[in-house]
Nanobody, 123 residues
């Protein structure tokens, strides 16, 4: 499964961005999908996930209430809407997919990864 993440860029603190994840030739709805981020010198952190079995969604406390994962099944695209962005949100953001049924924010639970898209929050 080849995942493609896009939509990153430079945004001011308090601003918003929407990231997109596609997988040409593969139905994303068949997989558990997650978004991760990795800032320089830091470990990869899960910021959202959606279970393939029951649609359960999870977020860590660091982004809950600001980030939202969603899907457009017709476009076979998963989105990450990011609002009220902070400089600490600066990172490379990745989408990942797994055949594992459970929504997980652990990187090792995902078999397939996109190339990442850079989000920079700065004034």
């Amino acid at each position: 499964v080849q995942l493609q993440a896009s939509g990153g860029g430079l945004v001011q603190p308090g601003g918003s961005l929407r990231l997109s994840c596609t997988a040409p030739g593969f139905a994303l709805s068949y997989y558990t999908i997650a978004w991760f981020r990795q800032a320089p010198g830091k470990e990869r952190e899960g910021v959202s996930c959606r279970s393939r079995s029951d649609g359960k969604i999870n977020y860590p406390d660091s982004v809950r209430g600001r980030f939202a994962i969603s899907r457009d099944t017709a476009k076979n695209t998963e989105y990450l809407q990011m609002n009220s962005l902070k400089p600490d949100d600066t990172a490379v953001y990745y989408c990942a997919a797994s055949l594992f049924a459970r929504c997980s924010l652990i990187p090792d639970d995902y078999e397939y990864w996109g190339q990442g898209t850079l989000v920079t929050v700065s004034s």
